[in-house]
């Protein structure tokens, strides 16, 4: 199987920063797009931001110019740097992966998401 395990959120100041990290692991083949997703208490998950392989990043529109999506693709691993935090991206971030998994002669490509990580922007 696959999973996907974040890690880096916290409680941080307004206009401060923080880093965030997704691991994918397990039978992988490839990772066709990883993105971040974020939800708060009785509102639907919302996009954030998303990386293709070979392909351009988007961001929604309130985070653009203050986060940064990256990938290494040696590590299987998303990145979300993110700057100038708002009080109002006080949210449970999620990574997602769409990848293909699986051996030489099963392989299936399907979404997967992380657990959640809690990032709190309070003064």
């Known amino acids: 199987q696959v999973q996907l395990v974040e890690s880096g959120g916290g409680l941080v100041q307004p206009g401060g920063s923080l880093r965030l990290s997704c691991a994918a692991s397990g039978s992988i083949v490839r990772i066709n797009v990883m993105g971040w997703y974020r939800q708060t208490p009785g509102q639907q998950r919302e996009f954030v931001a998303a990386?293709?392989?070979?392909?351009?990043?988007t961001y929604e529109d309130s985070v653009r110019g203050r986060f940064t999506i990256s990938r290494d693709n040696a590590k299987n691993t998303v990145y979300l740097e993110m700057n100038s935090l708002k009080p109002e991206d006080t949210a449970v971030y999620y990574c997602?992966?769409?990848?293909?998994?699986?051996?030489?002669?099963?392989?299936?490509?399907?979404?997967?998401w992380g657990q959640g990580t809690q990032v709190t922007v309070s003064s």
């Open positions: 997602n992966a769409d990848l293909t998994f699986g051996s030489s002669t099963l392989r299936i490509t399907r979404g997967f």
């Open positions: 990386l293709p392989s070979g392909g351009t990043t």
